[in-house]
């Protein structure tokens, strides 16, 4: 089965940087993206980048010119270089990966979508 475990959060002052990391374990056939969400206390989960398996990157306008994030294809693995970082950046990462075609002993599981389990990002003022 597909885990998807994120490392990298943590506290910092406004303007550190961060680099949190996700990798997804499990057989991955292929997929259409990884990405990064975020919540924040009461507020709804919000997309904050997505890369394509071919290296098409989004970003939230808030985060545009401050994160980067990148893919490795050979490790199932996604990072988010967080530089700049201010206080409302403050929320619990998710890792997503989306639309994958996994095989789980003989069975071929189509266009699924999973979830890392979060990790705190805080930042000060």
């Known amino acids: 089965q597909v885990q998807l475990v994120e490392s990298g959060g943590g506290l910092v002052q406004a303007g550190g940087s961060l680099r949190l990391s996700c990798a997804a374990s499990g057989t991955i056939l292929s997929s259409n993206a990884m990405g990064w969400y975020r919540q924040a206390p009461g507020k709804q989960r919000e997309l904050v980048a997505t890369?394509?398996?071919?290296?098409?990157?989004n970003y939230a306008d808030s985060v545009k010119g401050r994160f980067t994030i990148s893919r490795d294809n050979a490790k199932n693995t996604v990072y988010l270089q967080m530089n700049s970082l201010k206080p409302e950046d403050t929320a619990v990462y998710y890792c997503n990966l989306e639309g994958a075609t996994t095989l789980t002993g003989s069975v071929l599981d189509r266009d699924s979508d999973y979830w890392g389990q979060g990790t705190q990002v805080s930042v000060s003022s």
């Open positions: 890369i394509t398996s071919g290296g098409s990157t």
